[in-house]
């Protein structure tokens, strides 16, 4: 009850998110006809977690297109936004005046609401310190929900790998003409799950995609790799630099595409190469959000 009190207060305070016709922090997605005509399972919700962004643009066509699929795909049940970085609720907050909840306070207004069934659906792309702190968040509210079910990350499976592969590779398919190199950008973590990138890479080789190249910002491999690897080819005229991330958001238009001596764009014009960037996030990709909408379906099922 003292959870559920302190609930109450925040919601007079912030107001709920959701996509499924309720107001709040964030434009509502139009309702289905199920939802129009009450078809809608009150009982039931699902809770999309996301790192977050303060580019709001980005995040719309990313994070909200991400939502708005899964609202599609799942029209009778309510579709909650919430994001696990901090420092970007505070700042949309105090910039934008747009309130978003953390995994803790979306999870109290879940059980303030009534919510009986939920299902967690992560945009993080893999099994990382992130999505880590968002599976020991809901273990403390196993009692509080009749059942409570988490979907898997971008990359968890070997099909996965495939899709995504094959997703950016045909997002950049025109510009492989066997001169230019393809360089994703991903962020990178501490935790050992940063081998997706390694991963990724050979998925992109086994399929023939000898052009492309998976490197990070804070961990391995690091961008000198690439350049190292592009020097060994020693073919390679041009660089496409994107971002093997959902979001374009500050990584993408700063350490990738800035201006600054040591962005990825400025090392590897010093080096000789004419770079070309896309700051596109993965979630503006039909194909990525299809893999999150199965992910959704798999933590469905599980409901009893």
Not at 4 to 30: D, H, N, R, S
Not at 49 to 74: L, M, P, Q, Y
Not at 244 to 270: F, I, Q, T
Request: charged share 30%; proline share 2%.
């Amino acid at each position: 009850m003292k959870r559920q009190g302190k609930t109450l207060l925040a919601m007079v305070m912030a107001g709920i998110f959701c996509l499924a016709g309720c107001g709040g922090a964030g434009p509502a997605l139009p309702q289905s006809e199920d939802a129009k005509e009450g078809k809608q399972e009150a009982d039931t919700a699902i809770l999309v977690v996301s790192f977050g962004t303060s580019f709001n643009d980005s995040r719309d066509i990313t994070i909200g297109a991400v939502e708005k699929a899964i609202a599609d795909e799942f029209p009778g049940y309510e579709v909650r936004r919430a994001f696990t970085a901090q420092k970007i609720i505070d700042k949309l907050r105090k910039r934008d005046g747009v309130e978003i909840d953390n995994v803790t306070q979306a999870l109290d207004r879940a059980v303030a609401d009534g919510v009986k069934r939920l299902v967690i659906q992560p945009t993080h792309l893999m099994n990382g310190l992130e999505y880590q702190d968002i599976m020991d968040e809901w273990e403390k509210y196993q009692g509080d929900f009749e059942q409570i079910v988490t979907g898997e990350p971008l990359l968890s499976s070997d099909e996965d790998f495939l899709a995504v592969s094959e997703a950016i590779v045909g997002a950049t398919a025109a510009d492989d003409d066997g001169e230019t190199a393809i360089v994703f950008m991903g962020h990178g973590t501490e935790a050992d799950s940063n081998q997706v990138y390694g991963k990724m890479q050979d998925t992109l080789e086994d399929g023939g995609h000898g052009n492309y190249y998976v490197g990070t910002v804070e961990a391995e491999p690091r961008l000198e790799d690439i350049i190292g690897a592009l020097k060994k080819a020693g073919k390679y005229k041009r660089v496409v630099l994107c971002p093997l991330m959902l979001v374009a958001g500050d990584h993408a238009n700063n350490d990738m595409a800035g201006e600054e001596e040591d962005s990825w764009k400025s090392v590897l014009e010093a080096e000789g190469y004419e770079v070309d960037c896309r700051i596109h996030g993965l979630g503006e990709l039909e194909d990525i959000r299809e893999i999150y909408v199965a992910h959704v379906k798999d933590a469905v099922d599980r409901l009893k």
